[in-house]
């Protein structure tokens, strides 16, 4: 199983309509990353969350990080077509200092 | 500020060849990441490295894969021998001395005939 849980693994909305991705690890989380990629292309650095209860927004999204459940979210408001792409999180964990243990994905398409 | 930066961007080797990937930190950054992803697998971690130290190599292979980041010059990530297996994006990232946030360069996509 893994150690980082996303969820949807794709999800699929009309532009203009909210969305929320979830992202729920198996051991305790010492800084929560997120980040976008585009199909074919580098990935392209979110937020960062490191105390529970912290909450960041950057434009139309928001992170944040449940520290009690071990998890963190992703909320867009309003989605375009160029919120399209894959969403990861990533995460520390446990004393891997820099090493960044990463969920599965989540594909996001927005129909205009 | 020039973000990370990765040559080739595409490289096709045949199998048994050798294949050497670079990365360039951002400047000012002296942490580099080396991270493979593989179609059905996401993205996971290979080596951590400061100027001239291996920090961490834990996810990387034991054989025939090694990586450095000398004092000058970008970090190197060698592969040797290569199989059909190792067919794969390489993305390089890099971070400042203290901040733990990780910035990714576009990636190097290795193809193995």
């Known amino acids: 199983s893994q150690e980082l849980e996303q969820s949807p693994q794709s999800l699929i909305v009309q532009e203009g309509k909210n969305l929320t991705i979830n992202c729920t690890s198996s051991?305790?989380?010492?800084?929560l990353y997120w980040y976008k990629q585009k199909y074919g292309e580098g990935l392209i650095f979110l937020m960062m969350?490191?105390?529970?209860?912290e909450e960041k927004s950057h434009e139309k999204i928001t992170a944040k990080l449940d520290e009690k459940k071990q998890q963190s979210s992703l909320h867009i408001t309003a989605s375009q077509p160029s919120h399209a792409g894959i969403y990861l999180c990533?995460?520390?964990?446990?004393?891997?200092?820099?090493?960044?243990?990463f969920g599965q994905g989540t594909i996001l398409t927005v129909h205009p | 500020n020039a973000g990370v930066m990765q040559n080739p961007r595409h490289l096709v080797r045949r199998r048994g060849q050798e294949a050497r990937l670079r990365c360039s930190p951002m400047?000012?950054?002296?942490?580099v990441y080396w991270y493979r992803q593989l179609p059905e697998e996401g993205l996971k971690f290979m080596v951590y490295?400061?100027?001239?130290?291996?920090?961490?190599e834990s996810g990387m292979p034991k054989e025939r894969f090694s990586a450095e980041f000398p004092k000058e010059g970008p970090s190197i990530l060698r592969i040797q021998q290569v199989v059909r297996g190792d067919s794969a994006a390489y993305f390089c990232?890099?971070?400042?001395?203290?901040?733990?946030?990780?910035?990714f360069g576009p990636g190097t996509r290795l193809t193995v005939l």
């Open positions: 990232a890099s971070s400042p001395p203290i901040l733990n946030t990780q910035y």
């Open positions: 051991k305790t989380l010492y800084g």
């Open positions: 969350l490191q105390k529970g209860g």
């Open positions: 990533g995460a520390l964990m446990g004393t891997s200092y820099g090493k960044l243990t």
């Open positions: 400047k000012g950054h002296s942490h």
């Open positions: 490295l400061q100027k001239e130290n291996i920090i961490d």
